[in-house]
Nanobody, 124 residues
Framework: QVQLVESGGGLVQAGGSLRLSCAAS????????MGWFRQAPGKEREFVAA????????YYADSVKGRFTISRDNAKNTVYLQMNSLKPEDTAVYYC?????????????????WGQGTQVTVSS
């Protein structure tokens, strides 16, 4: 069982930056690959980024590639999402998720554990 708690969301102007954090409970955090997803009002939840158990492999949605960076600190049971050059279309609730099956997963159905989400709002 893994419990996930996101933090770091907020209101930022276009072009600005935010760093999201996701703290995980339990002693087996390093056994889980992690992902970030987002959901804007009226839209389906979409994949943003994923990272392997060790942090050695990462994968990004085309819409955020070059602007966002996913990382993890297994000693702190935390995964991060550094978001730079933010755009109004990045506005959404951001969720972190954990799965222990494959190295990198991009579909929400592949993840077993989810956080409650944190709101990110980018003003133009």
């Amino acid at each position: 069982q893994v419990q996930l708690v996101e933090s770091g969301g907020g209101l930022v102007q276009a072009g600005g930056s935010l760093r999201l954090s996701c703290a995980a409970s339990g002693r087996t955090f390093s056994s889980y690959s992690m992902g970030w997803f987002r959901q804007a009002p009226g839209k389906e939840r979409e994949f943003v980024a994923a990272i392997s158990c060790s942090g050695g492999v990462t994968y990004y949605a085309d819409s955020v590639k070059g602007r966002f960076t996913i990382s993890r600190d297994n000693a702190k049971n935390t995964v991060y999402l550094q978001m730079n050059s933010l755009k109004p279309e990045d506005t959404a609730v951001y969720y972190c998720a954990a799965q222990g099956i494959i190295q990198i997963a991009t579909m929400s159905s592949q993840y077993s554990y989810w956080g409650q989400g944190t709101q990110v709002t980018v003003s133009s």
